[in-house]
């Protein structure tokens, strides 16, 4: 080989290299500034550390770390963060196979034999066109169960979806692909009433304590990526 074709080709070989390096480079990590405001990252791409199973000292075999994407077989329950927040931001993005359904719990409390849903609040995921008939508030990205996102905007499953959550003070918010799509206050006369008429216990669900950030297993394939959080 010239030294002038192996030239090019190195020069070729260092341009891919360089565009892969830089496409990943945007998933999984900390700005600066994100850093420099208390950002936590609580999945680096590369490993499950700070992960378990609810209700269990270790990680289950049913979720894995797939190309960067904390991802769920469908087949190995509930998983939390093994750290506890109250006032939080949380960050992350979310992408559902045909047909699927999951979720993001919040203010998690681990209660013996009992399910992640009788505490924590859900934000819905879901292949919205796969399942045309459920009520609204169970839409993606409804707090499900209890209220309908004001905006639908959805993308169909294979794409991916970002969601921020917010409480702080008691008032919990939720976007997703930048807008706002639910809002209401944990703890008010109005939040009580709205749990007490649903299927959540009014005993254990949705109280202003600390708790674990859940991702939920519904037995479907579902995967999570550039997941980050600030305590406020």
Same mark, same amino acid.
């Given at each position: ?87 939080? =931001? ?27 849903? =009788? ?11 796969? =399942? ?85 297993? =519904? ?14």
């Amino acid at each position: 080989m010239s030294k002038k074709i192996f030239s090019v080709l190195t020069g070729v070989f260092a341009v891919a290299l360089l565009v892969s390096l830089t496409s990943c480079s945007g998933h999984n990590r900390l700005s600066r500034a994100e850093s420099e405001q208390g950002w936590i990252l609580m999945f680096d791409g590369e490993t499950t550390e700070g992960w378990r199973g609810y209700n269990q000292a270790g990680f289950p075999d049913g979720w894995s770390v797939q190309d960067g994407t904390l991802f769920c077989s469908g087949r190995g329950g509930d998983v939390i963060f093994d750290q506890k927040f109250l006032n939080f =931001h949380l960050k992350l993005d979310w992408r559902i196979s045909e047909g699927g359904n999951s979720g993001i719990f919040v203010l998690a409390r681990e209660l013996e034999g009992r399910p992640i849903w =009788h505490s924590a609040p859900e934000i819905q995921i879901l292949d919205n066109d796969a =399942h045309p008939n459920v009520n609204p508030d169970q839409f993606a990205p409804a707090l499900y169960d209890l209220i309908p996102p004001a905006v639908q905007n959805t993308r169909p499953a294979g794409e991916w979806n970002s969601v921020e959550v917010m409480i702080e003070r008691g008032t919990f918010t939720i976007w997703q692909n930048g807008e706002q799509v639910v809002q209401t206050q944990i703890g008010t006369p109005g939040w009580t009433r709205m749990v007490d008429e649903s299927k959540f216990p009014l005993e254990y669900f949705g109280k202003l304590v600390p708790g674990y950030i859940g991702l939920q297993d =519904h037995s479907d394939e579902v995967w999570f990526r550039n997941i980050k959080i600030r305590e406020l």
